[in-house]
């Protein structure tokens, strides 16, 4: 069987969707091909239309979903407990094995799925735990130049901007990235300069602008990575709105911190 | 109409309970997927306008996954009075996501076409709220035979174990541990009796020709998207 598209990109996720549960990683991967990648749509299209006739008939499959489909519908709104999710503090776990051998981390992860204690408290007993985190506080520049702290419930006029500072330990992230999501839907990417300062905090060059955005609450996240982060896969993932931790892993970063803002009015373009 | 037979579930619903959440989705999620397919009719800056609905594939389930989630969101879960039906209320949220989308210069729902541009067309005066039934071309009534067709020579050829376990799973939709008690088999032998036939179905499918010969069709998503956005720029006024 070919395993490629007419755009020489693996099939393996779409035919995956409809044989198990793809993680947020996958799903994301999955539908950033989608939206770029017209045979392998018209293939999932045929495959659900497949699915669809032998679930519940040819007179209802234009129309409405197979069981199979709302299962999986379901638990991307993450309203079903998945496979994957049943399993994920064990896949969670491998950046807390740094300095143990292979075999010890192996009877490591046995021994906590037999004593079914949280693995994050019973490593932090045993002195394993390496932390790795990065937060950030937010700061808004009025319009006259003036800083002030972002306070959570206050809002942001659309000609304040947004100033970062991060702090972490056990990461050093070279590249962070904002995201915002506005109440209309649109999106601003904007790429920082790396965190320049202190081996654990910094302030991060550059400021985010909020002009043009609409009002009411916008999402904003800001990405912490070593690595230049991909804009466009950036703009696909945020598309759906996930929370902090589904985009960290799907994007495969360091850190990701997610926030609300605000915004109170607009100002006149 | 479950909110006006049942107060108790409308409370966990309005307080994000997850089960509530869940039992709300699996009692509408047919509707809102008919609802989306069809299409309707709207106003636009006084124009009457008709949008024909989706045609399948991922796009109509990232369409009624953003309807439920927005429906699902807590000023949204608020704001239903729970008195009204909530179909209504529903549907309005699908309506409005599609409008909005429409208008969007980052649309979320149209970036899954299968080719065919969004076509939005002005139509003579019509009743605004008028659900459309969208009619099958004669190449998608000729699809669905072909496919039957097909999953009756799969199925043929299912054993007796594997057949009560596809009418479970695929036909009537119970889950694993359902499907178990039924048949009278472990949970574990349905999952992989399930999963060996998922593949087997994706391979007999393949092996057809379905799914790479058949029709030459789809075209290019992003070629569709960049239609679509020609089609609603040059009737439209964005305001």
Redesign the interface.
Known sequence: MNETCANGQSRRLVDARFLRSLDAGEKNELEVHLASCGSCTERYRRLQLAERVASIGPERAFEEPSPLEIERIAADLQLLETATDRWSWLFNMKGAFTGLSAAVAIAAAIALFVIARPPQETLTERGGVEQRAATFSLFVIGADGAIRPYAEDAALKSSELIKLRASWSGVSPTHVAVAIVDASGAVRIAQLGAPKGAATGATIPGAIALAGSSAGDALAYVIASESAIDENMLRAAIAVKPNADVLRDSLKVLAVDRRVLHIAETATE | MIFLENRELLDRFRRGD?QA??ET??FY??DV??FL??GFSFDSDGKGCSFRGF????????A???V??RA?EERARLAYNGIDPYRPYLLRIARNAVI??LK???P?LF?????RPVIIETTPEMDIDENVSAE?TPE?LL???E??E??AA??AKLDARSLDV?RA?????LSAEEAAKQLGLTRSKVRTSE?KM??A???H??RSG???T?KQ????????IAAAMIVLLSSWSLS
């Open positions: 997850k959440l869940l989705y699996r999620v047919r997927s008919r397919t069809r045609r399948g594939g991922y796009e109509i389930e990232a009624i996954q953003e439920f989630r699902f909005n989308d969007s210069r980052h979320i970036r899954f076409r299968v080719g099958r998608e699809e669905t035979r496919v039957s097909l999953v799969f199925k596809f799973r695929f036909e009537e939709g999963s998922r593949a179905f994706l391979e499918m393949q379905y799914l790479t058949y069709g789809g075209g290019d998503a992003t070629r569709g």
